[in-house]
């Protein structure tokens, strides 16, 4: 079975400065999509990046970068120039190819900014 | 244009009711994916639909059941409600249910059982 694994239950970071959560996970498949989503409190998750696993070349999303390391099977998220729109928990996702839309997520990383 | 949509907002049961939880997909939507969420923890995937067929489910007790829609809209339906039932009720859409698809989050429904 896929496991995502976050463990970093915590984290903090002034704002404007750069902050990087981590993600591991475990699949023996090899075609597979990974995904950072962000859930603000009592709002709605979204979806902050996304990453295939077939592409070499890391995602970048404006501040939002990925460290995807597939040996290794880490994927991280960077988060540059941290805003205090950014405070949320963050949520690693795996989806594979031999489980449909089926999201397998970790237990989340809460992100303080402090101004 | 609306995004997806969950009914009630909050529900309080008791252990042993019944309870049903309803979701609207984003227009255009034809997958429908419902997950708990219980505090403190990541969304756990209970069921996802798909032209209203069930592509996969869980690893939840049958006390779960689910079903959608001819108009894509969909209902989780819990029976002999257990306190450990307790949590926020999250359902997803996305176009087609291809794992590259981005899912799109509803609001929740906060399920308290007493």
């Known amino acids: 079975a896929q496991t995502v694994t976050q463990s970093q239950p915590e984290m903090s970071v002034q704002e404007a400065e750069t902050v990087t959560l981590s993600c591991t996970y475990d699949?023996?498949?090899?075609?597979?999509?990974l995904f950072w989503y962000k859930q603000p409190p009592s709002r709605q998750m979204i979806l902050v990046i996304r990453?295939?696993?077939?592409?070499?070349q890391n995602a970048t999303e404006n501040r939002f970068s990925v460290n995807f390391q597939k040996a290794a099977k880490s994927f991280s998220l960077k988060i540059s120039d941290s805003q205090l729109g950014d405070a949320a928990m963050y949520f690693c996702?795996?989806?594979?190819?031999?489980?449909?839309?089926?999201?397998?997520f970790g237990t989340g990383t809460s992100l303080t900014v402090i101004p | 244009d609306a995004g997806v949509t969950q009914s009630p907002t909050h529900l309080i049961k008791t252990r042993g009711q019944h309870v049903t939880l309803r979701c609207s997909p984003i227009s255009g939507h034809k997958s429908v994916s419902w997950y708990q969420q219980v505090l403190g923890q990541g969304p756990q995937f209970i069921f996802q639909y798909y032209e209203k067929e069930e592509r996969g489910r869980g690893n939840f007790p049958d006390r779960f059941s689910a079903r959608q829609f001819p108009n894509y809209s969909s209902e989780l339906n819990v029976n002999a409600l257990l306190l450990g039932d307790s949590a926020l009720y999250l359902c997803?859409?996305?176009?087609?249910?291809?794992?590259?698809?981005?899912?799109?989050f509803g609001p929740g429904t906060r399920l308290t059982v007493l």
């Open positions: 990453q295939e696993a077939y592409k070499q």
């Open positions: 996702a795996y989806s594979g190819s031999n489980t449909g839309n089926q999201f397998y």
């Open positions: 997803a859409s996305s176009p087609s249910g291809n794992p590259y698809n981005e899912q799109f």
């Open positions: 699949t023996s498949e090899s075609d597979y999509y």
